[in-house]
């Protein structure tokens, strides 16, 4: 009875010496009596990378895993509650206000970038791809492809990819046609370029310079899950855009609407199969 009783204790009693042990391993230190040390910043930001490297792969095997059956998309398939924010022919004047916007409401977004905004505007863009928001293509010059060759659309999607890599930026494989604007060759340059072509399926015509009220209005009346949304962040001032932004956000969040990157939406939510080549071909 007394020798159980003085298990009964001597188990506990065992624990917490192990205990005790434990913590005092790192307090104690090595014998030189150093403090512990934790990850230092270069691990951190090893860590980070390593972390970046990964969502990037994962991100190029949404994009090629949709491009085995399909050349474009216009929405996402339309099965989770997600939409695209995309903004097109920054980065200009406006961007960094809208990725002021951004990040202040978490949201992530696509640019599609034109290559002739670079050299005034780059920081915009390094910025832009450093808080997350995917970049792509919109070629260097903003022309209507439909009325190029292969060779003459082939140098304007390379012309941009330089300008872009030139500030260090990697863009994804995606491809947006300025005015819509595309012929067979497109395809053919894009297929080369192991390239998806993503229109939209909400615009919201901010070109026009609408009231922002009416635009963040009509953009909540027409999202739906696996929406495209249109927007610019360039060439010139997009203050409608801008002012136009939060409200937008706002409400699609309260509609359970959460934005995602293009990739994100491949990944999540892929276009359906089967959709006809977009009007005009
Ligand atoms: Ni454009």
Redesign the pocket.
Known sequence: MKRRRLLFLAVPLALLVFVIALIGIPGGGGSDGEPAQGPTEADLQAERERKLALKRTREDRAIQRVLRYTTFMRAGGGTKRQVALTF??GPGPSTDEILDILRRTRTPATF?V?GVGIPDHGESLQRAAEEGHTIAN?TQN?PDMGALDAAGQELEIATQEEAVESVGVDQHNLF?P??RAFNQATFEVLAARNSLMVLWDVDTQDYASPDPNGMAQQVLSEAKPGSIILM?DGPGERSSTVQALPEMIRGLRRMNLQPVTIPQMLANDPPAPGERYPEGL
């Open positions: 097109d022919d599609f034109t919109h903003h947006r300025p005015y610019h």
